[in-house]
């Protein structure tokens, strides 16, 4: 199989690319390919043939996106539904990466993957209408939901962002046998359980062995500029019915942390992710 992956130097997109290392795989960054200059995106797919493209290029910086709606429109909206229909041109599949921003997180329990969707900030809007211009644009797709767990490299975390924070490696090999199945849908791709932003924090100090406090605060507290969704696990329904299932985040997150020792052993201190999302 042939796949192109765009975004392909973003975290993802790097975890893809290595967990589908059997495949041809071309993985343009974004000074390669803007998937915002329709023209170079339909080229390449066209010019390529590949059987599948994974979208991971996005806007993932969620404060930017709410001070510049726009452009978060014009490249998490639109983009995806430029590369949708150049597939559709192409004959390709599609993979498009979602968010559980999406949801407004009132449910109060974990999101199903047709549950009604109400994004409450500009960079959840912008995936949704990006996933709305996949489904219009090509009937051979997966959009598959997540939230990346990150380090927000804070001793203050809040309580009442409650998610399925998602290691990226786990997430790269559920794509990976997904995009055997054929089975087109949209799919919620997360580490299971769900837990707060606080618990997160605990939980990655008592694997480090680390006795340092985390203060508990609330969003408001936290002064974050737009608003986020409250309660946004993700239940993975379809994903199961096909044994794609992540395991609990607690594991992956111990694993991570493994991973991530590695990595600042062999290249120095880490940098912060911010908002990144
Ligand atoms: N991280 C999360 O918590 C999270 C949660 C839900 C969904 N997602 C989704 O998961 C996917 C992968 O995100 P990630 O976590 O890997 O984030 P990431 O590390 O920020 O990767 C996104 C990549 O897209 C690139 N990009 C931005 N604008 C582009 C454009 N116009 N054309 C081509 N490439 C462009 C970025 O390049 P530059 O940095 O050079 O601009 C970056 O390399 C995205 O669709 C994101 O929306 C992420």
Not at 84 to 112: I, Q
Not at 155 to 169: G, H, K, M, N, Q
Not at 254 to 260: I, Q
Request: net charge negative.
């Amino acid at each position: 199989m042939r796949a192109i992956i765009t975004g392909g130097k973003g975290q993802l997109g790097r975890a893809v690319e290595e967990a589908l290392a059997k495949h041809e795989i071309i993985a343009p960054g974004h000074e390669t390919l803007d998937v915002t200059d329709g023209a170079a995106a339909q080229r390449l797919i066209s010019e390529l043939r590949p059987d599948l493209v994974v979208h991971c290029a996005a806007w993932t910086d969620t404060a930017a996106c709410e001070r510049e709606p726009q452009r978060a429109m014009v490249v998490n909206g639109e983009a995806p539904g430029i590369v949708a229909a150049a597939c559709h041109e192409a004959g390709a599949a599609m993979l498009y990466v979602s968010s559980n921003e999406v949801f407004d997180g009132e449910k109060g329990s974990p999101y199903d993957e047709d549950d009604a969707t109400g994004a409450i900030n500009e960079y959840g809007r912008s995936k949704l209408e990006g996933e709305h211009r996949v489904r219009d644009a090509l009937a051979e797709h997966y959009i598959v939901r997540m939230r990346a767990a990150r380090e927000q490299g804070s001793l203050r975390a809040v309580t009442d962002e409650i998610a399925s924070p998602t290691w990226t490696f786990d997430l790269a090999e559920a794509i990976a046998k997904l995009i055997d199945t054929q089975a087109w849908g949209t799919y919620h791709l997360t580490n299971s359980g769900y837990c707060s932003r606080l618990e997160w924090a605990r939980a990655i100090l008592d694997l480090s062995g680390l006795q340092v406090p985390v203060e508990p605060a609330t969003l408001a507290e936290f002064g974050a500029p737009y608003r986020k969704p409250a309660f946004s696990a993700l239940a993975n329904n379809n994903g199961a019915r096909l044994a794609i299932a992540l395991r609990p985040w607690r594991d992956a997150l111990s694993d991570h942390l493994r991973w991530g020792e590695a990595q600042q052993a062999a290249a120095g201190p880490p940098s912060q992710s911010g908002n990144r999302k």
